[in-house]
């Protein structure tokens, strides 16, 4: 089954202690990036990759780091969270040629930071 | 720059009752438009797609239309159903030259989105 797989789903973690949100795609997809949900705001972009060893910066992107060494996984890293860090993380990931590609999103992760 | 305007929610509807979501985009060149749906508690996913001026999307009963001269995408349905209450997003995908040459590097820029709640 052609899915987005996203780890933990649910976290709640302490201010200052690093975490890791795992995202991995099994449809080869070159195209991946990360999104955080919040009231009133709609999603927004952290972080994007389009292929392998290839990221780049959204909308949002303080606080994050991301990496892409296969093309299947891309990791969402918060070295230091911070309360206002607290979200709803979405992977997606689709293919890269053509202009219509589909977006496949994992189920979210839900982040909370005391 | 490009962005999206979406109707704020919630909406609530009755049963069979006739659905409109608002959606303006503003953007340079010529953008995709798409309607996401996120039903409660899972990811977002495709609904309806149109790629150019006049195109029509539909999917599950769902339809909007690509209207430049408005720069409107507006999702709408005949007759809702309790299970259509969800999410929705309007994004577009911005278009730029090299996207001629096959590769579509354009990411997407989502509305805020608007809750349905549909009441039996």
């Known amino acids: 089954e052609a899915q987005v797989t996203q780890n933990p789903r649910y976290l709640i973690t302490v201010t200052g202690k690093k975490l890791t949100v795992t995202c991995s795609q099994n449809?080869?997809?070159?195209?991946m990036s990360w999104y955080r949900q919040d009231p009133g705001l709609g999603l927004r972009q952290i972080y994007y990759?389009?292929?392998?060893?290839?990221?780049d910066k959204g909308d949002v992107p303080e606080g994050y780091k991301v990496s892409r060494k296969e093309k299947r996984n891309f990791p969402l890293i918060l070295e230091s969270p911070s309360p206002n860090q607290t979200s709803l993380y979405f992977c997606?990931?689709?293919?890269?040629?053509?202009?219509?590609?589909?977006?496949?999103f994992g189920e979210g992760s839900r982040l909370t930071v005391l | 720059g490009n962005s999206v305007t979406q109707m704020e929610g919630p909406v609530t509807l009755s049963e069979e009752a006739f659905l409109t979501i608002n959606c303006t985009y503003t953007a340079t060149g010529y953008p995709s438009l798409f309607w996401y749906v996120q039903y409660p508690g899972e990811g977002l996913q495709l609904l309806l797609k149109a790629t150019k001026a006049d195109d029509k999307g539909s999917n599950k009963g769902f339809e909007a239309t690509y209207r430049k001269e408005t720069t409107s995408f507006h999702l709408e349905k005949g007759s809702v159903q309790v299970s259509d209450s969800a999410v929705y997003f309007c994004a577009l995908r911005r278009w730029r030259l090299s996207d001629r040459k096959g590769g579509s590097q354009g990411n997407l820029i989502f509305g805020k989105g608007t809750k349905l709640s549909v009441k039996p």
């Open positions: 449809m080869n997809h070159e195209y």
């Open positions: 990759s389009m292929n392998v060893e290839v990221t």
């Open positions: 997606a990931s689709r293919i890269l040629s053509g202009n219509i590609g589909e977006l496949f």
